[in-house]
């Protein structure tokens, strides 16, 4: 079939509804991951952790970190799995991937399965290193045969994260922990994720989603694109002005920002700091259906605020777009539980 031809306004609006950025937020934590199909986990909380900051930006102010401990622990709603969070009905969309993963270091394999089977769940320091063949690396991995064995079985699907105390995991057997779920074959499995994946980007580039959805070409790029075609459709789009985090699906292929957004962007906390251009950890601004600057922001719990240090803009900022970014910080604020926002002079 031809190609679909696609404006870039209107591949942008695709693309910021797919994200559940337009006005129209989701109804809870539970929709807004099965439509992101993954929450990213990062250490790195400059403002906060990027899993609480991206259902933030999706939910508003009715978020609570809590919502997520308790889809995690309690309610098993989502699971967390290779450093994404994803919602547990695709659990059987990723056994495959599981089961292709080969196993290693068999005796000490079998020591860290009994052990959690008779302790129940641990974290990796309860665990004593029996390995006979350590890992060998020339990073912080190095001789941690505890955590690269804990690793190794988790990817395989043999144990999963029960909780966390603090930022550490504790882990259990899988058994205990995911449904007895059995597993879609495999070709049918990337399929499937292909096209949620697609769904929740809207257009994205064939490399990243193979032959999902249609065939598409956007104005100002060249090249093959992808399109959801329930995407297509004649509703009005209605926007909002948001702080997204630089780990945001939306900015997260930096050329894809380039070339639907005109965006340039990169992620500057390893760059010196004088050597920044925008900051350690810079907000990117979305307003409507425009990524229209960067907002340099941390927040300081010890003294309570929520400090500004920059705002970069890439276009420039009507007194329309100012109060806009300047509500958004005051709700990041209250929704941090900080008492003070501290902007920058001028």
């Keep these: 079939m031809a190609p679909y031809r696609l404006d870039r306004v209107t591949a942008r609006r695709v693309a910021v509804r797919a994200q559940l950025l337009d006005a129209h937020r989701p ?3 539970r929709t807004a991951v099965d439509r992101l199909t993954f929450l990213q986990i990062d250490p790195t909380a400059a403002v906060a952790p990027n899993a609480d900051l991206v259902a933030w930006t999706r939910l508003g102010a009715g978020y609570r970190p809590s919502d997520l401990v308790r889809a995690l622990e309690r309610e ?5 799995h290779r450093a994404m969070i994803r919602p547990m009905t695709d659990l059987a969309l990723h056994r495959p991937e599981m089961a292709a993963w080969p196993a290693a270091n068999d005796s000490f394999r079998r020591y860290v399965l009994d052990v959690l089977r008779d ?5 990796s320091r309860d665990i004593e290193d029996r390995s006979a063949v350590p890992w060998p690396s020339t990073g912080w991995t190095n001789n941690r045969n505890v955590t690269q064995m804990l690793e190794f079985l988790a990817a395989r699907g043999e144990i999963a994260v029960a909780g966390r105390v603090g930022r ?5 057997l899988a058994e205990r922990i995911y449904p007895a779920t059995p597993a879609v074959p495999a070709d049918e499995a990337r399929r499937l994720r292909a096209e949620r994946l697609l769904r929740s980007l809207g257009v994205a580039r064939p490399a990243v989603v193979g032959a999902a959805g249609e065939p598409a070409e956007i104005e100002g790029t060249s090249g093959a694109w992808r399109v959801d075609p329930a995407a297509l459709d004649d509703r009005p789009f209605a926007g909002r ?7 945001d699906r939306l900015v997260h292929d930096r050329v894809r920002a380039r070339e639907l957004f005109d965006f340039d962007y990169r992620l500057e906390m390893y760059v010196p700091a004088p050597r920044r251009r925008w900051g350690y950890f810079a907000l990117p601004v ?6 229209v600057g960067k907002v340099d922001a941390t927040v ?9 240090d920059a705002i970069h803009p890439d276009v420039p900022f009507t007194p329309e777009l100012t109060a806009a970014v300047r509500g958004e910080l005051a709700a ?4 941090a539980g900080v008492r003070d926002l501290r902007l920058p002079a001028g």
Excluded at 168 to 172: K, M, V
Excluded at 332 to 335: F, I, K, P, Q
């Design 27 to 29: 109804a809870d934590l």
């Design 76 to 80: 098993r709603s989502l699971f967390e």
């Design 119 to 123: 302790a129940g769940p641990r974290l």
């Design 168 to 172: 550490q995991r504790s882990w259990d």
């Design 241 to 247: 002005t948001v702080l997204l985090s630089p780990f």
């Design 286 to 291: 979305l307003h409507h259906d425009r990524l």
């Design 300 to 308: 300081d719990r010890k003294a309570s605020v929520l400090r500004v």
């Design 332 to 335: 990041l604020a209250s929704w």
